[in-house]
């Protein structure tokens, strides 16, 4: 499968750093740091991860004044476009701008009066960076969540919506929109409708506060694969509560899923059942871990007995269909070795090395 783009393309582009939003460009996967800005070797150490990890776009809070300096040097020296994170104080914002920002997000509900509002419009404009306008279901504008009569969803849209208006009588069109929900519905539902509303602003995706890695993937993986299968998205942070290199590692994975993006080998593995003969569970843990070390977008099969499991390793780039206590290691449809149980995860690297690097 190949990503439709004929939604998604309608989109203006809009540049962070050298990484293109919007516009039919790729999908680009995103995170945020969780360390403290003042901190500025640990900040670019967890940078430099999310880098390794495939992350295009990383997010740094600025919540005051003692962290401007610290922000520029970390913008200075970060591999990866710096967008800061600001809430509730416009002279941050502003002092981002001027110290070395590549984007901006704002929820203008929570940063003040419009004045305050437009004083950060000024300067992104003057640096020549995008703002993402990014409203939440905890924080709307509170004019439009005195609103009885409209919706959270309803609410949320046109929240979003007002601040775009705003933005583009200013003469400002460097944007791109986000309006976040914990709730895969609404999230459905606000998205669609942002799409249909704003077609030619990009979107961000993601559900917030989406929870721990496990359902925060699942919730993540429900409404952002949704979107994305739609043509809806330009680029998305999965956020868990975890380690942020996992939402990372989870974005690339759904993107892959998806047929979008490749970034590192896709494993299909059976779930096993009462003709399995080998400990599959256990071979597919061990190779699942040592693929995360290949940086090559392959398919490997490991299967468990001789119902799909033939037919599977065939058709991956490499694999193993294994029997009473054996396993035929694959490479590209052809047989190449026979070997015990013990072996198998040995041979398919020894494999996946000799041919894929």
């Known amino acids: 499968m190949t990503e439709d783009v004929s939604v998604r393309s309608r989109t203006h582009r809009v540049m962070v750093g050298d990484v293109p939003v919007g516009g039919g460009a790729p999908v680009s996967v995103q995170s945020m740091c969780t360390t403290k800005t003042t901190d500025v070797g640990g900040t670019l150490a967890q940078i430099a991860r999310l880098a390794e990890a495939g992350c295009e776009i990383v997010r740094v809070t600025l919540p005051r004044e003692e962290a401007v300096a610290p922000f520029a040097a970390i913008c200075a020296e970060s591999p990866l476009p710096v967008v800061a994170d600001i809430h509730f104080d416009h002279r941050m914002a ?132 949704i979107l994305l299968e739609e043509g809806i998205g330009d680029t998305m942070r999965l956020s868990l509560t975890a380690d942020p290199v996992e939402e990372v590692k989870v974005a690339w994975d759904l993107l892959s899923a998806l047929g979008m993006r490749r970034l590192r080998p896709e494993l299909v593995s059976c779930p096993t059942c009462g003709r399995t003969e080998v400990d599959l569970i256990g071979i597919a843990q061990r190779v699942e871990a040592r693929l995360s070390e290949v940086r090559q977008p392959i398919t490997v099969a490991v299967m468990g007995c001789v119902v799909n499991g033939p037919g ?26 026979k070997v015990s149980e013990a072996e198998i995860v040995d041979a398919l690297f020894e494999e996946i090395g000799k041919r894929f690097g």
Do not use: W, Y
């Not at 070395?100 to 419009?121: E, H, Q």
């Not at 944007?175 to 709730?183: E, G, Q, R």
């Not at 009473?324 to 052809?334: A, D, K, M, S, T």
């Open 94 to 225: 502003i002092a981002a701008a001027h110290n070395g920002a590549s984007a901006m997000r704002i929820n203008p509900g929570n940063i003040g009066s419009l004045d305050k509002v437009d004083a950060v419009i000024d300067a992104a404009g003057e640096a020549g960076i995008p703002i993402r306008i990014g409203v939440n279901a905890g924080s709307l504008d509170k004019e439009v969540d005195a609103h009885d009569d409209l919706t959270q969803p309803e609410k949320l849209v046109e929240s979003a919506v007002s601040f775009v208006r705003h933005f583009r009588e200013r003469g400002f069109e460097d944007i791109v929109v986000s309006a976040k929900a914990h709730s895969v519905p609404t999230t459905l539902e606000v998205c669609r409708s942002l799409s249909r509303k704003l077609p030619d602003v990009p979107l961000h995706l993601g559900v917030t506060e989406a929870g721990t890695l496990r359902q925060g993937t699942v919730k993540n993986a429900a409404a952002v694969g």
């Open 312 to 337: 599977e390793a065939r058709g991956a780039d490499i694999g193993v269909a294994c029997g009473r206590g054996q396993g035929l290691v694959f490479c590209q449809g052809e047989v190449v070795r």
